[in-house]
């Protein structure tokens, strides 16, 4: 069982950079893929990065490679997500999953959920 509390959304504007963290809570966290996804207003949830369960391997959304960096800290239990160049249309709730298998950018393999926090990027 793995419980997930993401946190560092916020209002920022066109061009900035924001990190969010998410913290879980459990003993087997390095076995675990971990992946971020959001959600903007009126559309489907959607992949947007994700590391495996040694930090060696990391995976992003052609819409955000080259801007998002995901990492983690297995000592701590923690996964970041730092956004730069942020434009409006990352404007979304962001959340923060794992899974026990390897890699997927597919969101239904993804067991655990945070709750989201919400990321609003103004032009």
């Known amino acids: 069982q793995v419980q997930l509390v993401e946190s560092g959304g916020g209002l920022v504007q066109a061009g900035g950079s924001l990190r969010l963290s998410c913290a879980a809570s459990?003993?087997?966290?390095?076995?675990?893929?971990l992946g971020w996804f959001r959600q903007a207003p009126g559309k489907e949830r959607e992949f947007v990065a994700a590391?495996?369960?040694?930090?060696?391997?990391?995976y992003y959304a052609d819409s955000v490679k080259g801007r998002f960096g995901i990492s983690r800290d297995n000592a701590k239990n923690m996964v970041a997500l730092q956004m730069n160049s942020l434009k409006p249309e990352d404007t979304a709730v962001y959340y923060c999953?794992?899974?026990?298998?390897?890699?997927?950018?597919?969101?239904?393999?993804?067991?655990?959920w945070g709750q989201g926090t919400q990321v609003t990027v103004s032009s």
């Open positions: 459990g003993r087997t966290f390095s076995m675990y893929t």
């Open positions: 590391i495996g369960r040694s930090s060696g391997n990391t």
């Open positions: 999953a794992a899974r026990s298998g390897t890699y997927s950018n597919y969101i239904r393999s993804y067991d655990y």
